[in-house]
């Protein structure tokens, strides 16, 4: 028998995965992961530039954020940024883009979550008009029941 020694080149085929910042992975998984932190990070400088300030309804356990968004894509980072934290992520929301009436920038938007988690992304003025509207809701209610218990203390009297 004998034996040939003879050195060859194989050609070998290597995917690499590059990131939206030319960062390069071994791994399609590895390099998602990196660019969902990059767009966590982007979203949430974007989110903390943004003029804004927390507020929080007198009753109740709501967390509120409000801002000023000036464009589609600071509105997208704000959504990204309360809908993917951890701490602030909405466990039940329905794409809060359709509930924010605001094709017209700028305009103020705020990101509201109760002590369970649930919440979801309101125009402010759509807001602040729901809390009018339950306001004013309540006021009725107390005048009906108050007319009402009158007039049950008036027959009471009369009768």
């Known amino acids: 028998?004998?034996?040939?020694?003879?050195e060859k080149l194989v050609p070998v085929i290597q995917k690499t995965y590059?990131?939206?910042d030319g960062?390069?992975?071994?791994?399609?998984?590895?390099?998602l992961d990196y660019e969902r932190r990059l767009q966590e990070s982007s979203d949430a400088e974007q989110t903390e530039a943004l003029t804004g300030f927390e507020y929080n309804p007198p009753v109740g356990s709501d967390y509120c954020h409000w801002a000023l968004v000036s464009n589609?894509?600071?509105?997208?980072?704000?959504?990204r940024y309360y809908l993917n934290d951890s701490?602030?992520?909405?466990?039940?929301?329905?794409?809060?883009?359709?509930?924010?009436?605001?094709?017209?920038?700028?305009?103020?938007?705020?990101a509201v979550v109760d002590d369970d988690g649930y919440g979801g992304?309101?125009?402010?003025?759509?807001?602040?008009?729901?809390?009018e509207s339950f306001t004013e809701s309540v006021r009725t209610q107390i005048a009906e029941k108050m007319g009402a218990?009158?007039?049950?203390?008036?027959?009471n009297v009369e009768g």
């Open 1 to 6: 028998m004998t034996v040939k020694e003879e």
């Open 18 to 20: 590059i990131a939206s």
């Open 23 to 31: 960062t390069e992975f071994s791994t399609e998984a590895y390099c």
């Open 72 to 79: 589609e894509e600071e509105l997208q980072s704000f959504i």
């Open 87 to 110: 701490e602030r992520s909405y466990y039940a929301y329905d794409d809060p883009s359709k509930d924010v009436d605001l094709r017209e920038f700028p305009v103020w938007i705020v």
């Open 121 to 131: 992304i309101y125009n402010a003025e759509d807001f602040l008009r729901y809390y």
């Open 149 to 155: 218990e009158k007039d049950d203390k008036t027959r």
